[in-house]
């Protein structure tokens, strides 16, 4: 009986130290994650301020576009 216990105990002090290496596994595993977001939290904002900025000069070259075919149908058409 007391060597079936000892042996429990052996087998309980290394399930302890298994336990507290995942522990530290995975606190640095949340930190690589957490590096992370930040990261891809930064690099969308970037892309945010790039489609903003793409945006815009669609919209400008749509009404230059606009202007150059009422003016070229303006000038065919005799109105100018």
Known sequence: ????IA?????????RTDVAE???DVRS???KMDTMTQRFDSSIGSVKDSITAAKLWALVL???LAAAMYGTMA????WI
Do not use: P
């Open 62 to 64: 749509y009404i230059a």
């Open 22 to 24: 995942i522990k530290d």
């Open 75 to 78: 000038r065919g058409f005799g």
């Open 29 to 31: 595993l949340r930190d």
């Open 7 to 15: 042996r429990l105990e052996s087998d309980v002090a290394h399930l």
């Open 1 to 4: 009986m007391e060597t079936r």
